[in-house]
C-alpha cells in the first residue's frame, strides 16, 4: 500500500487500515461498496426486524415508530450464546441504516466491551442518547464503520474526477453526509467542497 492511500494524522491513518483490514477480511474491493449485512453474519450477530420483536405493547410501538423515531437508529444486546442481538429502526433509510449496522459491526471486531448500564448522556449536539460503550469507543467504531463503509483511496479518487458527495455516497449507498463526514476527518473538505457539495 501507498502512504498515500492513507489519511494524514496517526489516528486516522489507524482508523482506515483497521476499516481496511474489516474491507479484506469481507473480500471487497475498495472501490466497490460494502454490504454491512453480509458483514454482521461474520461478526456473530444477529439482526432482526422490528416487526420480529414479540411482547412490545402497541403504544410502545407506535411510540418508537412515530414520535421518538429520530431518538434512536438501532439497539444491540447479547445473547447467552455469545451472539450479539441488533434491531435496527425500520423508519430510517438504508443508507442511514447501513451507517447504524456498521458502527455495531465495529464495536464487535475492534473487541469494544459494553458498560454494564448504557449510559445516558448527550452528544455534541445536545441531544440525549444512550450510549453503550465508553465514549473513545463509540468515536472509534464510527470513525472506522464509516472508513470501511467509504475508504480514503476511492473517496479521494471520486473526489479528483469531480464527483459529487451526493454522487459518492449512492455509489458507496451511504448519505451525502456520511461522505462530508469523511471529507473533514481525512483532511479532503477544503480542496474539494465547492465541487463535491455544488455539483
Ligand atoms: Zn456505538
Known sequence: MLLGDLPPGEKWRNFELKALGLRD??????????????????????????????????????????????DWSG???????????????PTHGRSR???????????????????????????????VMNRDYRRADEEEAYAVGAAALVPYASLKKMLLEGRSSKEIGLHFRVSSELVQYRMKVTHLWREFKDSAVNS
Not at 99 to 127: W, Y
Request: hydrophobic fraction near 40%.
Open 25 to 70: 477480511f469481507a473480500r471487497v474491493r475498495i472501490d466497490q461498496p460494502l454490504n454491512p449485512f453480509e458483514l454482521a453474519r461474520f461478526a456473530n450477530l444477529l439482526v432482526i426486524r422490528f416487526d420480529q420483536i414479540e411482547g412490545l405493547s402497541d403504544s410502545a410501538r407506535e411510540h418508537l415508530l412515530g414520535v421518538a423515531s429520530e
Open 75 to 89: 439497539g444491540a444486546c447479547s445473547l447467552p450464546n455469545g451472539m450479539k442481538l441488533v434491531i435496527l429502526n
Open 97 to 127: 441504516t447501513n451507517a447504524t449496522l456498521m458502527e455495531e459491526i465495529c464495536h464487535v471486531f475492534l473487541g469494544h466491551q459494553p458498560n454494564r448500564l448504557s449510559i445516558v448522556t448527550r452528544d455534541d449536539r445536545g441531544k
